[in-house]
């Protein structure tokens, strides 16, 4: 094998030290709760997403982008809705599963992309630089072997889930997956020298995880109807599906939803967007129910910040501070949890305060979903949707 070939090989895992038997659980159950992470990539505008429909200061600062309240789905809760093109996330909220976290932020707000996601994926503070995901400070002392998988367009994002610490597959599909590791021939470790040790090590891992998802997943994929669903987010979630469906014994999964990043003509481009949400996420709702899985699944949003209340000259918004961002699943109490923004009160640049931490979200998972109470956001309060 040349090292072109063990680099494409390398590609379908992320992390050193995989060991072959952590893909299953040991006594063939999947974990009791299985989080399923959706990265709503480029800033979502919460404010249209979640929306105050009868905020006078809404109404006038996006005289163009604001949302009718007659075309809003109404929670029924502080006045507040769901842009239309969530209907069928709406069943979802009647259904008394789907929780809203409102003002979603971090003291300080990095404005940047990639610097602000550094921050939500490590769960650091604005001046801190961690290179660790934030699942790294929980999973390794809530379980042994795999600790998930990460499902996106080019089988590379791990987000939270980067670390040497945790144990990590990244993949395209597990369809590709399985039929890619077919090429992988097993090898003999050896120790000659540090280098050589850790890529015949690598290589032989590969193998032996290959061997177990592709027995365990070709069996479940004959078995699986194949479904019909659309665009990237969709096809990751019914991927993440075959997957929780197969038995794979993974406590997290990651999946990703980009073009949210709407400095111009935001109106066609943000319905366009929340529909492929909307469809995935629902779509991937009802698998889990048809198979009696929904009450497992803890499905959370995020986004490396939010929009600017008011629109730009391009029709669109800037860059901004505190957003809106949903939990939902089988287990979840549903209803909106902390305090809408003021939306009359703004900064020199125009942005909300935040009201709730993210890492609140952080700390309710650890706590209530993995009984991890030793974390460094311990300080901050859980919230109360599990």
């Known amino acids: 094998m040349d090292r072109r070939e063990f680099l494409k090989y390398s590609s379908l895992i992320s992390a050193a030290g995989l060991l072959p038997e952590m893909a299953f659980a040991a006594n063939g159950r999947s974990p009791e709760k ?5 990265e709503l990539k480029g800033g979502n505008d919460g404010f249209n997403t979640l929306v105050p429909y009868r905020d006078d200061a809404y109404k006038k600062l996006r005289p163009t982008l604001h949302l009718k309240e007659s075309k809003v789905l109404k929670l029924g809760q502080g006045d ?3 842009h239309p093109h969530l209907k069928d996330l709406m069943n979802i909220w009647n259904q008394g599963d789907m929780a809203w976290v409102q003002g979603i932020g971090y003291p300080q707000s990095v404005l940047s992309h990639f610097r602000s996601m ?3 994926n490590s769960g650091s503070n604005a001046n801190q630089v961690i290179e660790d995901g934030w699942l790294t400070h929980v999973l390794p002392s809530f379980k042994q072997g795999l600790h998930g998988i990460s499902v996106s367009k080019d089988g590379s994002s791990l987000g939270p889930l980067h670390s040497p610490r945790l144990n990590s597959v990244s993949m395209q599909s597990p369809r590709m997956f399985v039929n890619q590791s077919r090429t992988i021939n097993d090898i003999t470790p050896v120790s000659s ?20 998802l592709r027995a365990k997943m ?3 994929l004959r078995q699986q109807k194949r479904t019909r669903s659309k665009g990237v987010l969709g096809h990751s979630l019914e991927s993440v599906a075959q997957m929780i469906i197969a038995g794979i014994d993974s406590p997290v999964y990651k999946v990703t939803q980009g073009g949210f990043d709407m400095h111009s003509g935001q109106i066609g481009r943000h319905n366009n967007v929340l529909y492929q949400v909307n469809h995935g996420l629902s779509r991937f709702a009802h698998t889990m129910k048809q198979n009696g899985l929904w009450d497992k699944i803890v499905v959370v949003t995020y986004s490396e910040f939010g ?3 008011a629109e730009n000259r391009g ?5 901004g501070t505190a957003s809106a961002q949903f939990v939902m699943g089988g287990g979840i109490r549903g209803g909106l949890y902390g305090q809408h923004p003021n ?3 703004l900064d020199v640049n125009g942005n909300v305060a935040h009201t709730t931490d993210f890492r609140q979200v952080y700390s309710t998972l650890a706590q209530r979903i993995w009984r991890q109470h030793q974390h460094p956001w311990k300080a901050h309060r859980p919230i109360p949707f599990v």
């Open 343 to 345: 939306l009359e009160r």
């Open 218 to 220: 070709t069996r479940s």
């Open 193 to 212: 020298t540090p280098a050589l040790a850790h890529l015949t090590q690598t290589q032989h891992q590969l193998y032996e995880v290959g061997q177990q």
């Open 307 to 309: 929009r600017r209340i």
């Open 80 to 82: 507040m809705g769901l």
């Open 118 to 120: 550094d921050i939500w």
């Open 315 to 319: 029709g669109g918004t800037d860059h």
């Open 34 to 38: 299985i989080v399923v992470l959706v």
